[in-house]
């Protein structure tokens, strides 16, 4: 009682002062709290609470006990509960006091489990003892200063503790980064990863670095030493994996003794957890493995997902099921006895294998794994060790380029190895290291930190450029956006660029997949013969763009097998049978295994063998498991250049569609469409929610307060500071036009040209008068159909039909030079064209609009010919495998009656597809249940023929085959209401959904009416 009360009289002496704020408490709060016991300690480090840490670190020796984060008297502690500062600490923290010297909360592992009131404060400023609470504070003062560290026992919750933690010390770094002068540590460090490993590091991925290498250093080190007594962080680079010389260096550097006191705290928490947490328990769980699942890096992905979900995807980290890889593993281990004459397989002592990709090791682990059963199968376990030491350990190798998974690369191995009875020597370490694969070591007069980490990658570079590798494998990351873009592996991805220069857009060969299967091909032709056995999208196998690099590959293997495992959800494959098809990863994009074979003295071009694995996910491991390259059944393919598909091809029609003129001939201007990179900014349903935020954006607010309100970020082509001083002064109603964002999606845009990364200009300026604009994409969505052929008559966005779309538009208008002698727009149509039609029909062209089709044709008659054709199902099936690979083309015929009437058709369907037929108002569906018009979850029920938003209300009345209509990737009246999910739907926008389902229904019927009208296939050319 009487430390409470004397604690209470020093805040009310403050109070009165009359200029008391939160940190003058805190000389009288700290006394406080450390009269409770003897050999406490609160302790308020300014420096660290500038930079993220709660005002108190309450200890008793070297032993955290909990934190305290204090606000100032009459703060509501509602309020701060929802902070997003409480957040993370009731995240991270497992035991914390917040209060505002009056009011005291306590959480345990997040949750608030006591919350006492001590005083009250009166209207003049007077506190008030509540007497009646004193035993209750009391008792959560002790609760507080007795709990004892969590003795953690499972793989799952450690994973967990260890990212929310990490979670807060990369936000520690990021906040010691931006107020350490350019001159401080972490800012040579950054500049050291940057000369050595990756030149493009930002500041927020280094801080991810540096904090994955703290959580993962410790917990390597808690794992070889797991009966430790005294396990710190000062000791943990001591203990780390001899195995792992350059963690141990970079550990002992970064976090040993002389890290920056404004993190060390909490990086010492993080080494307490684990000291507390029974790591003999979680090893033992860590050697029990299922068919599909490796319990180590089950840890790590379940680390990673609590860390950053975002930061899984956009690395590209997914582990590889274990059938995949026991399926290439064992083919490997096959080709190689087969067809290089090695008995021994993979444990042939001459043969050294890299995963150039390793991540957590997982190929490397089942190469291990194959060799040990396959030497206790011959009886030679008592020459394991001798084997190891001396052919094992120098011919495995393996690259990764993020700290994380090369951690639990090297210690998963290393469990391996140890599991198998090996023990290391003190100077022998695994082969794998920290390096980019796809960059070349290149390190002069660099500081003692860089020079370790170019001594890494210098011992890389060694078996990159000198040892003979024979073998390699793994799942390289799949990243369109690359950051590898360096001179070495751009010289190498030249090869595959040369026969397609002259594309718009050869994007796609950026990936990363693409550059690493580029690699593998470089050394292994460096080798002079070898087999390489990956994992990847399987884009590359009938992609357009990549014609080169399957000409590469056709040339440099004798051998190529492809093993096509589909699974794609984006591109809408359906299997034979229409059976069920499912990806064996967590992803969309469907994938291939795929082995390459090149032996010496090579002279023919290579023999292709594919085969296709449909089906759920279980069956495709199923079997995996049981197959392996000997055992599948291949079909010989004979590809033709220039394209060299790898997958089978029906060209029998080749000659007949290759007679028909191709759309891109037909338009003479055509382009993609705009992308703004700020849709959330200049894009919305209505003018005045854009009006709204740009008058944000161009308010009083700061930069700061306006890249928080609006999420904007800086770009290396746009700057939200200098946009700002652009932007001021311009009108905006003016430049807010109709926008076609997606199928029957019309919303607005803010056009400006300041705020929009590619506007495609002057090319858009034709679509902002009156025009029909034919929009298609190089290749159809779903790849099995030919869907996205939709008319607009607007600027319209570049992912209209969820990829790359493009853009033809019907008129070109004069632009400001033009104007000058042209004052009327021209028909965008080649004269070549033209003429051929003029010559079949025998009809006069006229510039503009219909002709009487008697004596005259026009450009809409053209526009609405090609428009029917296109809607054609026969068409669409006819010449489907040629739609796969490139823009449609068109066959003329020289019957007028039959022009005629699919002008007529076209027509309509254009009409439909504007949302200007009269048959638009005759709805065939009810919306009867009135509500607040909420999309909260879409539902189709087929039985009921309804399609649902929220539990009580619906559109009725839409058949299967409406709902199920596809344009491009989209299943247009499901995209249609969940890209409105959370608003509540408009009067206009209820009908202009049930508009939309007249036009699917009509459309459908006009594409039946198309094809009775054609008598046969191909159009004739009398």
């Not at 993370?88 to 497992?94: G, P």
């Not at 590809?639 to 029609?653: E, G, H, M, T, W």
């Not at 003429?835 to 002709?851: A, C, H, T, V, Y």
Request: hydrophobic content about 35%.
């Amino acid at each position: 009682m009487g430390e409470i009360k004397k604690y209470l009289t020093e805040i009310q002496k403050n109070i009165k002062t009359g200029k008391a704020q939160e940190q003058t408490h805190r000389p009288a709060f700290k006394e406080f709290i450390e009269s409770f016991a003897s050999g406490i300690s609160a302790i308020n480090e300014p420096r660290r609470v500038s930079c993220g840490a709660p005002d108190f670190i309450v200890t008793k020796g070297r032993l955290t006990i909990g934190y305290i984060e204090t606000k100032d008297v009459g703060k509501s502690l509602d309020e701060i509960e929802k902070s997003e500062q409480l957040k993370r600490y009731r995240a991270s923290l497992t035991n914390l006091i917040l209060t505002n010297y009056l009011e005291f909360r306590r959480y345990r592992n997040g949750e608030k489990v006591e919350s006492v009131t001590i005083a009250d404060v009166d209207s003049s400023g007077r506190i008030k003892m509540i007497s009646g609470n004193l035993e209750r504070f009391n008792e959560l003062i002790q609760n507080f200063l007795n709990s004892l560290p969590e003795r953690i026992k499972s793989p799952k919750q450690l994973a967990v503790r260890m990212a929310q933690m990490a979670q807060m010390i990369r936000d520690l770094i990021k906040a010691s980064f931006e107020k350490e002068k350019e001159q401080g540590t972490l800012h040579s460090q950054l500049e050291a990863f940057r000369k050595t490993l990756i030149p493009n590091l930002r500041e927020e991925s280094f801080a991810d670095l540096y904090s994955q290498t703290i959580a993962y250093g410790l917990f390597a080190a808690r794992c070889n030493k797991p009966d430790e007594k005294d396990f710190t962080r000062e000791h943990a680079s001591f203990l780390l994996p001899k195995t792992n010389p350059f963690l141990r260096k970079l550990f002992n550097h970064i976090a040993g003794p002389d890290l920056d006191d404004r993190i060390a705290w909490l990086v010492d928490d993080l080494a307490q957890l684990l000291a507390s947490s029974d790591i003999g328990q979680i090893l033992k769980d860590f050697g029990v493995r299922t068919r599909k699942e490796d319990p180590v890096v089950h840890f790590y992905e379940t680390f990673l997902a609590e860390y950053d979900r975002k930061l899984r995807k956009s690395k590209g980290v997914y582990y590889t099921p274990e059938p995949v890889v026991s399926f290439i593993v064992r083919s490997l281990d096959y080709i190689l006895k087969k067809e290089f004459r090695r008995p021994q397989g993979l444990s042939d002592t001459k043969t050294y294998i890299l995963d150039p990709a390793c991540g957590t090791g997982t190929f490397l682990y089942s190469v291990i794994k194959l060799i040990y059963d396959k030497i206790i199968e011959q009886g030679q376990k008592g020459a394991w060790d001798e084997y190891v030491a001396e052919h094992l350990l120098k011919r495995i190798f393996g690259f990764e380029l993020l700290m994380a998974p090369y951690t639990v690369a090297h210690l998963k191995l290393g469990l391996l190895l140890q599991e198998t009875g090996y023990k290391f020597s003190s100077d022998q370490r695994l082969g794998i290291y920290l390096t980019n694969t796809l960059s070349e070591a290149e390190h002069k007069d660099l500081p003692l930190f860089a020079q370790f980490i170019a001594e890494e990658s210098s011992q890389a570079a060694k078996v990159k450029n000198e040892i003979p590798i024979m073998v390699i494998l793994g799942n390289p990351p799949y990243s369109v956006s690359s950051a590898n873009k360096n001179k070495y592996i751009e010289r190498l991805m030249e090869d595959y660029k040369e026969d397609v220069r002259d594309e718009r857009n050869i994007q796609p060969l950026s990936d990363d997949y693409i550059k690493f299967i580029r690699f593998a091909q470089w050394k292994i032709e460096k080798t002079g013969s070898g087999v390489i056995g990956m994992i990847t999208n399987n884009s590359y196998l009938s992609g357009l763009i990549h014609r080169g690099m399957r000409k590469r590959l056709f040339e440099s293997f004798n051998e190529i097998y492809i093993l096509n495992l589909h699974g794609s959800s984006r591109v809408g494959e359906i299997a034979p049978n229409s059976l069920k098809d499912e990806n064996v990863f967590d992803i969309q994009q469907s994938v291939a295994i795929s082995l390459f074979i090149r032996k010496k003295n090579k002279t023919e071009p290579a023999k292709i063998y594919y085969a296709d694995l449909w089906g759920e996910r279980e069956s495709k491991y199923a079997f995996l498991n049981r197959k392996d390259i000997k055992a599948v059944k291949w079909k010989e393919l004979k590809p033709k250049p220039p394209y060299y598909f790898l997958v089978p091809k029906d060209f029998s029609l080749e000659k007949e569609y290759g007679n028909f003129w191709k759309i891109t001939d037909i338009f003479s201007i055509w382009s993609s469409g705009v992308k703004t990179h700020r849709d959330h900014l200049v894009v919305g349903f209505t003018k005045e929610e854009i009006i709204q935020r740009i008058r944000i954006f161009i308010s009083d607010f700061s930069d700061e307060e306006i890249r928080k309100k609006l999420k904007l970020k800086d770009t290396g082509t746009w700057g939200l500071s200098e946009a700002r001083q652009r932007i001021n002064g311009k009108k905006l109603e003016c430049k807010i036009y109709p926008y076609a964002y997606r199928p029957f999606d019309m919303r607005w845009i803010y056009f400006e040209s300041v705020l929009i990364d590619r506007g495609r200009l002057p090319f858009m300026e034709n679509l902002l008068n009156r025009n029909i604009v034919l929009s298609l994409m190089r290749k159809p969505t779903p790849s099995h159909q030919l869907s996205q052929v939709l008319s607009v008559n607007s600027i319209s966005d570049i992912n209209f039909y969820a990829f790359q779309t493009y853009f033809f538009p019907l008129y070109l208008y004069p632009d400001e030079k033009q104007k000058e002698t042209e004052t009327k727009r021209r028909p965008n149509i080649n004269p070549e064209f033209v003429r051929d039609i003029s010559e079949k029909l025998k009809l006069n062209f006229i510039p503009d609009g219909q002709g009487d089709l008697k004596k005259t044709f026009g450009p809409e008659d053209v526009f609405y010919y090609i428009y029917a054709v296109f809607h054609s199902p026969a068409y669409r099936k006819r010449y489907a495998e040629f739609l796969k690979i490139d823009f449609p083309r068109v066959p003329m015929t020289s019957d007028i009656n039959l022009f005629r009437n699919l002008v007529k058709k076209g027509k309509e369907l254009v009409s439909l597809h504007l949302m200007e037929s009269p048959e638009l108002e005759n709805l065939i569906t009810r919306f009867p249940v009135p509500g607040k018009n909420e999309v909260v979850k879409v539902i189709y029920d087929e039985k009921s023929k309804r399609v649902y938003i929220n539990k009580d209300q619906f559109f009725e009345g839409i058949e299967k085959d409406v709902w199920n209509f596809y344009i491009g990737g989209y299943r247009v009246l499901s995209k249609w209401l969940k890209d409105r999910k959370g608003r509540l739907l408009t009067y206009d926008e209820v009908r202009h959904y049930q508009k939309i389902v007249v036009a699917i229904r009509q459309t459908i019927r006009l594409m039946q009416e198309i094809d009775n009208l054609i008598p046969l296939w191909p159009i004739e050319f009398l």
